[in-house]
């Protein structure tokens, strides 16, 4: 038998998906246990949620019995391989878990990560979509106007023959793509590394390398950025590469909040240079009060759950974990298996 | 020779561009002739421009010598027939043209009228397109908490595995379904007549006929209508059209407003059976100041001008137009013909 513990919340329905998918798996889950959602198909729960101290003791029983996670288990990551000792895998439920495993000391051993990444690609596009498009047909002026009662005809925006730089072309990266081609804009990507053979090419009309970051956003009438949090990927959009954007660009942020030097970025929309932005991730969150991005007009604040919708990503979490515990009785690769050198 | 007479406002690149299509051409336009432009690519010009007298008898002077017009000539629709003897083609710079040729006589003669759809189409699905994305990630809810400065994680939303409903599948329509598909949107399709070969099956995962209106409507999460103005389609979204729209469905209208029983649709809006709207044309334009429209918080209203977007409609229009050009030369079919009965 294979222990598998969920060590987060999941509705009956999920847990029972999980236990059919093979007799020679041993599911352990505790609803009371684990943290309960703060809303449909949250995992993380409330700040102030503790287990008793009778719950705790159950809780690291079945943890000790785990050779396979469903989950980070919440309050327990700096001790998880002391704790769960047998775990062989474990399955994150956030697209970008390579900070998590690193606090885990997973990085160095042979315990597998698994990511749920792609899951949450769609529902980040779309946050993409809708402000690059809220941007361009001037939604704010048409509010502005509602308000006073004015019809005043004039010109409007297309993203049509604009050009989209996205950095970044894994799974979110390739969502935003995919859905703003149709609309006739030009997909320049940035990523890590590329070869004439690249899947990535499918994706976009031109390819850059990191390291030509600031060539392609000079290019660029939208900037989307779609990294994930990494030493590498640290700061990378800095003053500089800020100044290389093309004047007049948006600028839109799903990936991670320590990819953008946020005073920078603040300091480029002030002046104008970037004309507005969307973000959806921040240097440090919850964002602070006495952050300046909350007081300027051309910004949509988004408190990192755009993602959140209950609607798809649960199936499409289950429907991933399951697929990996098929594999991963059979011995086959598992889907989504984080790089520990990469990070994601 | 042909003479063209353009009797609506063109930048210079455009008319040379008209006049090098043929020899065989004899372009007229005369700038201070037709109303300048309010802004970049308008056709219409301000509500209180005349010809002098002078001007006046100088412009009647060319539109007599037109075989072709390059666009309806303000000032000369209901006389265009007698003024303009030798009319045998007028291109419109309009997408609907079937109520402006009605005016001018033009259906009971054997005058081929030609109208600009397709031109529009981007820019009027960006509108359906920004309307439905940030009603689905809720982007009124993060302007207000922005304003508060409040950071409040939650459930947002996707149209992913929604139903969208688009009546009319023509230029528009299918516009609307290209950029809709690739969010992972249903696309249910209506239209006046449905064949097992029709072309509009590339573009929708089911087709209605009109007269299965209301079956459409009620699967449908999102409703994009996109018809013409033309007897057939008057008040077709009456009260009990509405009323067959799925409850909590959002509404969008690019196409015009005489389609739908506005007072019905501000009720719908009310009761929260429509849970919001945005709308491009309305039954009276300019919307009166009475109208309840403007003050409801779930309404987007654009003044029929979201389709203004002079850096590609211009030359769009111009290619249409050269293309004709050359196809009349030739004796070819026209491109965009209007159908005297259809309207459209």
Excluded at 118 to 125: D, E, I, N, R, T
Excluded at 240 to 255: D, E, H, Q, R, T
Excluded at 271 to 288: H, M, Y
């Amino acid at each position: 038998m294979t222990t598998v513990v969920i060590s987060s919340y999941f509705e009956d329905e999920h847990i029972q998906r999980i236990q059919s998918v093979d007799e020679r798996l041993n599911v352990l889950y505790r609803e009371d246990l684990v943290p309960p959602p703060r809303w449909e198909a949250d995992h993380i729960g409330p700040a102030d949620w503790r287990r008793t101290p009778e719950q705790e003791d159950e809780f690291l029983k079945m943890l000790a019995e785990a050779e396979v996670l469903y989950d980070f288990p919440r309050g327990h990551i700096r001790d998880l391989l002391s704790i769960a000792p047998k775990l062989r895998w474990i399955q994150g439920s956030m697209a970008g878990a390579g900070e998590v495993a690193g606090k885990a000391g997973l990085l160095e051993t042979g315990v597998t990560v698994t990511t749920a990444s792609g899951v949450y690609s769609g529902p980040l596009a779309e946050f993409a979509l809708m402000a690059m498009l809220q941007h361009a047909k001037r939604l704010g002026r048409l509010r502005e106007e509602k308000a006073a009662k004015l019809w005043r005809q004039g010109i409007s925006g297309t993203l049509e023959t604009k050009t989209l730089c996205v950095v970044g072309l894994g799974n979110i990266g390739r969502a935003v793509a995919v859905r703003a081609r149709p609309f006739g804009m030009r997909v320049v990507g940035v990523k890590r590394t590329v070869r004439d053979t690249d899947e990535a090419w499918n994706y976009a009309d031109e390819l850059y390398e990191t390291a030509d970051l600031n060539a392609a956003l000079g290019a660029a009438d939208y900037v989307v950025l779609t990294l994930p949090g990494t030493p590498e990927t640290r700061r990378l959009l800095d003053a500089n590469a800020l100044a290389s954007v093309k004047p007049g660009a948006y600028f839109v942020n799903i990936g991670r909040g320590a990819v953008v030097d946020e005073a920078a970025l603040v300091e480029a929309l002030r002046s104008g240079w970037i004309l507005g932005a969307a973000l959806d991730v921040f240097e440090e969150e919850p964002l602070p009060k006495e952050s300046p991005l909350w007081a300027l007009e051309n910004v949509i604040i988004s408190p990192h759950s755009t993602d959140v919708v209950p609607e798809t990503i649960n199936t499409l979490q289950t429907d991933l974990f399951c697929d990996n515990l098929r594999r991963y009785l059979a011995g086959e690769p598992l889907v989504n298996e984080l790089d520990k050198k990469l990070l994601y």
